[in-house]
Structure formats: structure tokens, C-alpha cells
């Protein structure tokens, strides 16, 4: 069975949506060619237009934030940014063994609250923790 034959979307000629280099959202005609699956291969194949849009707004939530992060020091405060669902607020907590997959680590709780700060908080909990008031 080849790829073609496995997945379920995009199939030839499906319409897709993808982030440009320039962060903006465009669409293509699934035809197999090395642009489409080199996308597919990035995560950047995206059904709507509204799931390529709200991917690129991660993605930049994400670089903003980054911005005042520093890489993980065993053995030292490593803070980051976390919901509680239970009451649907953002919390700032810190590790000093553990590194975790995709978290994005600051060097103090301060560091932490000024990238919500300049990001906004309503837009870390759509676009981090896919949470809406």
C-alpha cells in the first residue's frame, strides 16, 4: 500500500491550507509533489483555513514568548507557564529536574509574567492552551 492508498486527507486535487515562509495562510490543490509533501512532512497541511490561521497565531505566540525564555538548567529554577482548568487561569510554576517536551522555560517568575504581559494572557490561553473564556 502506498502513501496515497494510507491517508485520508489531503487526496489528489483536495484543497489545503499551509503557513507560508512569511507567516501568512494560503491553499494548493493536493497534486503528491515534493512542495505537498514536504508540508505534510513540516505538520503544515492544514484542512480549513481557520486551523492554517490559528497554527500561524501559535506560532507566533509562541516566538513572542520565547523571546524572554532561556534554555532548561538542571538543578536550577527553570519557571513556565501552565493553565489549571478548574478555573481557567494561567499559573507560573517551576522545575528544577524535570525538563517536559515543548515547554518553553523562563530564568524567573518575573520573566514569566512580563512575556504573558506582552503577549496577553487572553491570547496564551487560546493559542498555548486552546482555552477561551
Keep these: 500500500m502506498n502513501v496515497q492508498e494510507k491517508q485520508k486527507f489531503p487526496q ?7 503557513i507560508t515562509d512569511g507567516g501568512d495562510v494560503d491553499s ?6 515534493e ?28 516566538a513572542e514568548l520565547r523571546k524572554y525564555s ?3 538548567k538542571e538543578d536550577e529554577n527553570n519557571f513556565f507557564i501552565q493553565t489549571n482548568s478548574s ?5 507560573i510554576d517551576a522545575d528544577d529536574y524535570s525538563q517536559i517536551q515543548g ?14 504581559q506582552s503577549v496577553g494572557e487572553e491570547r496564551v490561553k ?8
Excluded at 494548493?28 to 509533489?33: K, R
Excluded at 513540516?42 to 497565531?57: C, D, I, L, P, S
Excluded at 487560546?126 to 473564556?133: N, Q, T, W
Design 70 to 72: 532561556r534554555p532548561f
Design 35 to 62: 512542495f505537498d509533501l514536504s508540508a505534510q512532512a513540516m505538520g503544515n497541511v492544514y484542512k480549513t483555513e481557520q486551523q492554517a490561521q490559528f497554527a500561524a497565531e501559535k506560532l507566533k505566540v509562541e
Design 28 to 33: 494548493f490543490g493536493w497534486e503528491f509533489v
Design 103 to 116: 515547554v518553553i522555560y523562563f530564568e524567573s517568575q518575573e520573566k514569566a509574567q512580563q512575556a504573558i
Design 87 to 91: 478555573h481557567n487561569n494561567i499559573v
Design 126 to 133: 487560546k493559542y498555548i492552551f486552546g482555552v477561551e473564556d
Design 12 to 18: 489528489l486535487g483536495d484543497e489545503y491550507w499551509y
